[in-house]
């Protein structure tokens, strides 16, 4: 479903490039996790795949479509985005934080209404406690789980996750963990999820690629990376 081949990304003004001949292939419907320390290229490498950036050379394509041809809004549309620092508008309630893209996009006021409610539900919180309240009046966790539901609101078909639980306490973040593999049965996103934090990422991944200094050092199912440290 994406598929980076021979991605090198080299910022200007750095010794080392970022991310280095890498090739790898995101499937359709899974969650692949990234992980490795700070400052491997993780994040990078979601920024190449929504076009925030580009490669200095190699391609990106999502279903075959080089993403550096693609409309880059139209690009978006179909990818959501949920980072560690989420960014709620502060002066909005959560419903109207979720309704950001979908407002964006136009749709009717009851359609969105109605998928505000169903998001808030999907994330596991409770939706008359919830809807009406300010990003201040929820906890961390609770805040990310408005993050995802904002990023998934349009409902599009890649997710890009870059350490989302990472500043939650560790039990909110164990919950959240929980809800997202639980929701991802039912959704089946194709899902790529950085995170620093091998457990997080052997709990997480269908497939786990583990960088080191802008390469990939290793990829395999969680069962064949703890079989082959
Ligand atoms: P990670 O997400 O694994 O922490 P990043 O992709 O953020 O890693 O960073 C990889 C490397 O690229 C780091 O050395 C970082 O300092 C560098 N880097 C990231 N963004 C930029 C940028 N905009 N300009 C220059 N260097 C950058
Ligand atoms: P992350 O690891 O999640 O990418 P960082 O703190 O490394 O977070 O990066 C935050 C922002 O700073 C990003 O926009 C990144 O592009 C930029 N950045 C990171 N490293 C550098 C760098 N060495 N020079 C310039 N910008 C950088």
């Known amino acids: 479903m994406i598929e980076l081949k021979q ?14 001949q890498l090739s790898l292939s995101i499937p359709e419907g899974e969650i692949c ?14 920024r190449m795949i929504n076009r925030m950036i580009e490669p ?22 179909g990818i959501g985005y949920v980072i560690q620092q989420i960014g709620l508008l502060p002066h909005r ?16 006021k009851e359609k969105i209404a109605k998928r505000v409610d169903e998001l808030i539900v999907m ?17 961390g966790g ?3 789980r408005v993050g995802v539901a904002r990023a998934m609101a349009v409902d599009p078909p890649i997710m890009l996750m870059d350490e989302p639980f990472g500043a939650v306490d560790p039990i909110a ?26 457990n997080e990422a052997i709990k997480m991944g ?5 960088f080191d200094a802008g390469k990939l050092v290793q990829f395999g199912t969680p069962e064949e990376i703890l079989t082959n440290p």
């Open 123 to 139: 994330m596991g919180l409770d939706l008359e406690k919830t809807r009406g309240k300010y990003p201040s009046q929820l906890s």
């Open 206 to 210: 269908d497939n786990i690629a583990i």
């Open 56 to 77: 200095t050379s190699g391609s990106v394509t999502i279903k075959g479509e080089n993403v550096s041809k693609t409309d880059s809004d139209q690009l978006r549309m």
């Open 93 to 108: 309630t959560i419903a109207e934080n979720i309704a950001i893209v979908p407002r964006l996009y136009k749709w009717p």
């Open 33 to 46: 996790v990234l992980v490795g320390p700070s400052g491997c290229g993780k994040s990078t490498i979601l």
């Open 173 to 198: 973040r164990t919950h959240l963990q929980d809800e997202l593999l639980r929701l991802q049965k039912e959704i089946k996103k194709t899902i790529v999820f950085v995170t620093h934090d091998i």
């Open 142 to 144: 609770q805040m990310q």
């Open 7 to 20: 991605i090198t990304k080299q910022y200007p003004g750095q010794a080392m490039p970022a991310v280095e």
